[in-house]
């Protein structure tokens, strides 16, 4: 049973900085693709960053370029995203995804996930 839990949530100011939390289990971590998404109130779900398990690709929304990094500590089955100059615009809900069983990872599609996480509340305040 595939299961990701979350954490690291919280409320910062704008500037601040935050790591988020997924930890990962119920499948071979070393072939999924991973990813953070968040959805704001009133809004669609949006992608914020992706990686593969099994390689160093990453990907990441414009909105977050050399502001958000994703990693991962294979060793704990576990993705990060640390998330740093945070801005109002940055407060959502943040969810971790994975699709398990693949060989590569390029899209935000969301579609492409079929795992979530509970999410977790990120406050930017001005």
């Known amino acids: 049973q595939v299961q990701l839990v979350e954490s690291g949530g919280g409320s910062v100011q704008a500037g601040g900085s935050l790591r988020l939390s997924c930890a990962a289990s119920g499948y071979t971590y070393s072939s999924a693709c991973m990813g953070w998404f968040r959805q704001a109130p009133g809004k669609g779900r949006e992608g914020v960053a992706i990686?593969?398990?099994?390689?160093?690709?990453?990907l990441y929304a414009d909105s977050v370029k050399g502001r958000f990094t994703i990693s991962q500590d294979n060793a704990k089955n576990t993705l990060y995203l640390q998330m740093n100059s945070l801005k109002p615009d940055d407060t959502a809900m943040y969810y971790c995804a994975a699709r398990t069983g693949v060989s590569s990872c390029g899209t935000m599609w969301d579609k492409f996930f079929a795992y979530w996480g509970q999410g977790t509340q990120v406050t930017v305040s001005s």
């Open positions: 990686l593969y398990t099994g390689g160093r690709n990453t």
